[in-house]
């Protein structure tokens, strides 16, 4: 499988190559505001002819192609379309009418207003200049809360010493979702979600930031209540969906799928990542009937919850996998079989209200523009924003991580049993370093296409960086990828569950993250592996100032004493875990790493703080909830968000001292510059 798509010849027949009708053109789109953004398609209406295949007949009504008929999430598709007990006729009179949605209000410049506004990619680094004016806004409406949580008079504190905090939620499905959550409801309480200046995710924790902000009006109380609302039903149960659209059927089928057509016409395949996304965003939206309108369905709107520094800024995340074997040219033996030893690896993009783009590739589109076709750095076309109901499946499209992803897992959960430990021990020798090269390019594919999009880098000439030596380096981009016309995007936690990455983003300057983590082996280990390999890549040095936790002595018999109902177990097992600190120092300022990625230049404190059972709420056992879950109880929801919860308020002591001690640095380091 190509990671960057350029011809859809090369993509194998296990992946769909989605039917693109004759006369469909939005290639053809203009920049002239006056204009119609694209012409109209020669092809007839969607609805299907008799006689046809079910999965031909899935294709028409929904715009997506069955790439996997034997997975739940297609099978349930299939039913919401054609289940005979349920009174589909609206929906599918809805579908059919999408082509006129294309033609006509996809067109409408006043529905659309980007569609009058060109679009050119930034080429460098440094935070936009909306991030800055909303940075200063949020610091300086923070300044209070946050001399109030430390326990300082207001008038002590300087507003450029309030430390810059940011939080990171990592992957796990819906069990991140709720326990992230939990912990902003937690920080809510204790007053340090009214300075938190950045909330990225990755994965389950990306969906705890867009319903905070598609569905709870950014209020941590408000969005556990949803999910309480909302998580009893499987988001793709047949009747649920049709529950849902019916309410509203044309406006809701419009801004569920109405991405899917356009992407259609855009000649941009569509998989099953798309379709799990526009089904999954109706599901958080199920609750919201006054949400459904065309802002809400746009990342860039998201902004407007932030203006004046009102919120935290999110920071949505995705992964690019590059294969160094796939884009050489056909001729060049020798090349190809010195790179054909060269490990892939994952290129990180955020996607914000402001932008979407990659600090590794120094390009970094408007998010106003995602979706359309560039050249040379400028945009030729004019189609809507991309819409936000295909980029909830693609910041959590964990179906389309490589082998290697799921190996990792396994080598990494709490083994159980016989078979546990063999296929734990089968996933550690499979992912030796010493691997063989052809087992590498095996493990570096996936059984289904994550999320295609038009290629906003192509044509752009290699960025040009001044290191600290003075030296001026020619960054050349991954071979041939610059001229793709589509590229690959897939769920971040492919690479690393925690989104840190997006914080140390040059010139965001985040002096303190929060890190809540979900991932499956939070219980056995006592840190995550995932920051000392986040601090490898990105050149910090970790040093822990907390005690160091007490290692788990398991019993000669393999069975630890189980910890249900049993809170001073738990206060002993878990003793120094709930809330661990380490210092980042930079080790390589200034430089680049080594697939050019910006190293380090600011010191970072990180508060690890994994979803472990809690000896207030000892009932509950997180470790019970999958990340596999899709349907929660309300006492579940209630129970996973608790803990958190309660999590957090009970490392308040920690983080106060920890965030007063930063203050003082900073306002030390300023004081003695001055």
Not at 272 to 282: E, K, Q, S
Not at 493 to 520: I, K
Not at 640 to 665: C, G, R
Request: proline letters at 7%.
């Amino acid at each position: 499988m190509s990671d960057s798509l350029p011809r859809h010849q090369t993509l194998p027949r296990t992946h769909t190559v989605n039917y693109v009708r004759p006369g469909s053109s939005l290639s053809n789109l203009t920049n002239n505001a006056n204009a119609r953004p694209f012409k109209r398609p020669s092809a007839q209406p969607v609805s299907p002819p008799p006689n046809i295949t079910l999965d031909e007949q899935v294709e028409a009504r929904t715009g997506c192609n069955p790439c996997a008929p034997c997975t739940p999430i297609y099978n349930r598709l299939v039913d919401m379309i054609v289940n005979p007990d349920i009174d589909d006729v609206p929906i599918l009179e809805a579908f059919d009418k999408l082509d006129d949605y294309v033609k006509v209000k996809a067109c409408d410049a006043e529905l659309y207003p980007e569609l009058k506004l060109n679009a050119t990619i930034r080429t460098r680094n440094e935070i936009s200049e909306q991030e800055k004016a909303y940075r200063a806004s949020r610091l300086q409406s923070g300044r209070t809360a946050f001399a109030k949580f430390i326990g300082v008079p207001e008038h002590e504190v300087d507003v450029r010493d309030v430390p810059v905090v940011g939080a990171a939620g990592s992957g796990g499905g819906f069990k991140a979702m709720i326990s992230t959550a939990g912990y902003l409801k937690g920080m809510k309480e204790a007053g340090i979600y009214d300075f938190l200046v950045y909330l990225s995710g990755v994965s389950g924790s990306c969906w705890t930031i867009s319903n905070l902000f598609c569905a709870a009006d950014c209020d941590p109380h408000e969005l556990i209540q949803h999910f309480k609302r909302i998580l009893v039903n499987h988001p793709a149960d047949p009747a649920h969906v049709s529950r849902v659209l019916l309410q509203d059927v044309e406006n809701r089928v419009e801004l569920a799928f109405g991405g899917l057509s356009i992407k259609y016409y855009d000649n941009v395949p569509r998989g099953i990542v798309d379709a799990f996304g526009t089904l999954l965003f109706a599901h958080f939206m199920s609750d919201q009937p006054e949400k459904w309108n065309v802002e809400n369905f746009k990342l860039s709107v998201q902004a407007k919850s932030i203006e004046a520094g009102k919120a935290p800024m999110p920071l949505y995340t995705a992964t690019r996998q590059e294969r160094p074997w796939d884009d050489k040219d056909e001729g060049n033996t020798l090349e190809r079989k010195r790179d054909a030893e060269i490990d892939p690896w994952w290129q990180w993009f955020e996607l914000s209200p402001y932008e979407i783009g990659c600090d590794e590739l120094r390009a970094w589109c408007p998010t106003y523009a995602f979706g359309r076709t560039f050249e040379n750095g400028q945009s030729v076309n004019a189609v809507p924003e991309q819409s936000f109901s295909l980029i909830v499946g693609l910041i959590a499209s964990a179906m389309s991580a490589p082998f290697t992803t799921t190996f990792e897992t396994l080598e990494r959960a709490e083994s159980k049993g016989f078979f546990g430990d063999l296929t734990k021990k089968f996933a550690t020798q499979i992912l030796r370093p010493d691997a063989a090269s052809w087992i590498k390019r095996l493990l570096s594919n996936s059984i289904f296409e994550g999320a295609i999009n038009r290629n906003f880098i192509k044509g752009l000439p290699p960025a040009k960086v001044r290191l600290t030596t003075g030296e001026i380096k020619e960054l050349h981009l991954p071979s041939d990828f610059q001229n793709d016309e589509l590229f690959e995007l897939i769920d971040a936690g492919a690479d690393n569950n925690q989104a840190l990455y997006p914080l140390v983003r040059p010139s965001r300057n985040v002096d303190v993250a929060f890190v809540f983590d979900a991932s499956v082996d939070v219980e056995q280990n006592i840190t995550t592996p995932d920051l000392e390999r986040f601090g490898k890549r990105r050149g910090f040095a970790f040093t822990r100032t907390t005690p160091e936790p007490p290692q788990v002595v398991v019993p000669e018999n393999g069975t630890l004493e189980p910890l249900k109902g049993n809170p001073e177990l738990i206060k002993t097992r878990y003793a120094n875990r709930f809330c661990q600190v380490f210092e980042g120092v930079p080790t390589n300022k200034g430089q680049l790493g080594e697939h050019n990625e910006p190293m380090a230049d600011h010191d970072l404190t990180v508060l690890y703080m994994p979803v472990l059972p809690n000896p207030k709420s000892a009932d509950f056992e997180p470790s019970t909830k999958l990340f596999t879950q899709l349907v929660y109880a309300e006492d579940e929801t209630e129970g996973l968000s608790n803990t958190a919860y309660l999590n957090m308020m009970d490392s308040i002591p920690q983080i106060k001292e920890t965030l007063k001690s930063v203050w003082l640095k900073k306002r030390a380091a300023r004081l003695s510059s001055e």
